[in-house]
């Protein structure tokens, strides 16, 4: 199986690694590293990094901090 991230949820870190806001244990933000291996389409073919079933923090991603803890609900399949 592969994991396909939408292109607008991934971030750039200051060393130009991936990275995606994740709801981690305690449901506390934490910023996770990953591997995108392309492109495809409007999304990114992750190699590594995540597990299906991590959940994306794709909402209020300016306002929030890791460490932060948050409430997460279920999105919308785009």
């Known amino acids: ?3 396909l ?3 607008s949820l ?3 870190n200051a060393k130009g ?3 995606v806001m ?5 449901n506390q933000v ?8 392309r ?3 409007n999304r990114w073919l992750v190699t590594a990094g995540l597990e299906p079933g991590d959940q994306i923090i794709t909402n ?9 803890e948050v409430a997460p609900s279920a999105a919308d399949s785009e």
Do not use: D, L
Request: hydrophobic content about 40%.
């Open 60 to 68: 209020n991603r300016q306002k929030i901090r890791p460490g932060m």
């Open 22 to 26: 994740v709801v981690g244990a305690e």
């Open 1 to 3: 199986g592969v994991i």
């Open 39 to 41: 492109s495809v389409g």
């Open 10 to 12: 991934v971030s750039r």
């Open 17 to 19: 690694e991936a990275t």
């Open 5 to 7: 991230v939408p292109n």
């Open 30 to 37: 934490e910023v996770r590293m990953i591997e995108t291996e």
